[in-house]
């Protein structure tokens, strides 16, 4: 089964910069669309960005300019540059993958934690 292993949350200043990495336990081409996904307290949960295997991009509006979305296939690694960090940035980011499977199956990631605070 599909394992989603992911790192670089954390604690940021406003205005700061952070790169997620969601790494895949094998190769990332197996996966119609990858993405980041964001719950804030009190929020519902969103899709923050997401990447197709033909590397085409979607993002949430509220992050569009400031947050990229990537993929090293080499490294079957998904990253979410995200810069200009705002407070309400903060949120728990889950990454998610979507195998070409019948029927349609979805992965997630643990989830990490980035808090943007003075």
């Known amino acids: 089964q599909v394992q989603l292993v992911e790192s670089g949350g954390g604690l940021v200043q406003p205005g700061g910069s952070l790169r997620l990495s969601c790494a895949a336990s094998?190769?990332?081409?197996?996966?119609?669309?990858m993405g980041w996904y964001r719950q804030a307290p009190g929020k519902e949960r969103e899709l923050v960005a997401s990447i197709s295997s033909s590397g085409s991009t979607n993002y949430v509006d509220s992050v569009k300019g400031r947050f990229t979305i990537s993929r090293d296939n080499a490294k079957n690694t998904v990253y979410l540059q995200m810069n200009s960090l705002k407070p309400e940035d903060t949120a728990i980011y889950s990454c998610n993958a979507r195998p070409y499977s019948i029927p349609p199956l979805t992965y997630w990631g643990q989830g990490t934690q980035v808090i943007v605070s003075s």
């Open positions: 094998g190769n990332i081409s197996r996966f119609y669309a």
